[in-house]
């Protein structure tokens, strides 16, 4: 069964940092595109960023236009982990953080067949 | 960035009856459309991909269906537990843009 267990979430202020992390489990993580969409408090779905698998050569990664610059995403396949470091954290980026898995094996299906129970992360003075 | 718009923001139908949600693409997704279905406090589940593949283990009652950029999901025969948030969401261009979402309630 495939588990993705989000973690790192909290209260930080504006301007702050904070790095989330995926745990993946129940399937063959470094096989799989990876992303975070992120939804904020009684709104609609965001997609944050995404990785491909890393294929020995590193994963390439894309963001959003709003995140671009302050996010980044990475992994550790020796660790089944996904990872989102975020920096320069503003107001407007409160939301539960999901990572979602994408069914691709060593390529792109760019849709998200598996996600995890996700992660609040509040940015608050 | 592609726009993704769905309509109607909130759809009041009774259980046995049949829900018709639409979405909407600001350009041609081609097929590359997906849908997903949301229930309070819980992670978005795929329902369908590729417009009209419906994912594992989801019911015959969900039907995709569209190309280009009209798109509809259909449920025959509402259950109780189909009462939720569904969202559509496209990939065929980055960045992946989803749609505001339709609540389908009970009437």
């Known amino acids: 069964e495939v588990q993705l267990l989000e973690s790192g979430g909290g209260l930080v202020q504006p301007g702050g940092s904070l790095r989330l992390a995926c745990a993946a489990s129940?399937?063959?993580?470094?096989?799989?595109?990876m992303s975070w969409v992120r939804q904020a408090p009684g709104k609609g779905l965001e997609w944050v960023s995404a990785?491909?698998?890393?294929?020995?050569?590193?994963?390439?990664?894309y963001y959003s236009n709003s995140v671009k610059g302050r996010f980044t995403i990475s992994r550790d396949d020796s660790k089944n982990t996904l990872f989102l470091q975020m920096d320069s954290l503003r107001v407007e980026d409160t939301a539960v953080y999901y990572c979602?898995?994408?069914?691709?094996?060593?390529?792109?299906?760019?849709?998200?067949?598996?996600w995890g129970q996700g992660t609040l992360v509040t940015v608050s003075s | 960035e592609i726009v993704m718009s769905q309509s109607p923001v909130t759809l009041s139908v009774s259980p046995g009856e049949r829900a018709t949600l639409s979405c909407r693409a600001s350009?041609?997704?081609?097929?590359?459309l997906a849908w997903y279905q949301q229930k309070p406090g819980q992670a978005p589940r795929l329902l369908t991909y590729?417009?009209?593949t419906r994912a594992t283990g989801i019911p015959a009652r969900f039907s995709g269906s569209g190309s280009g950029t009209e798109f509809t999901l259909t449920i025959s025969s509402l259950q109780s537990e189909d009462f939720a948030v569904y969202y559509c969401?496209?990939?065929?261009?980055?960045?992946?843009?989803f749609g505001q979402g339709t609540k389908l309630e009970i009437k």
């Open positions: 979602a898995k994408d069914p691709g094996i060593h390529l792109w299906s760019n849709y998200f067949d598996s």
């Open positions: 129940g399937f063959t993580f470094s096989n799989h595109p």
């Open positions: 990785i491909n698998n890393s294929g020995g050569r590193g994963g390439r990664t």
């Open positions: 350009q041609s997704v081609s097929d590359h």
């Open positions: 590729g417009a009209s």
């Open positions: 969401q496209q990939y065929n261009n980055w960045p992946y843009t």
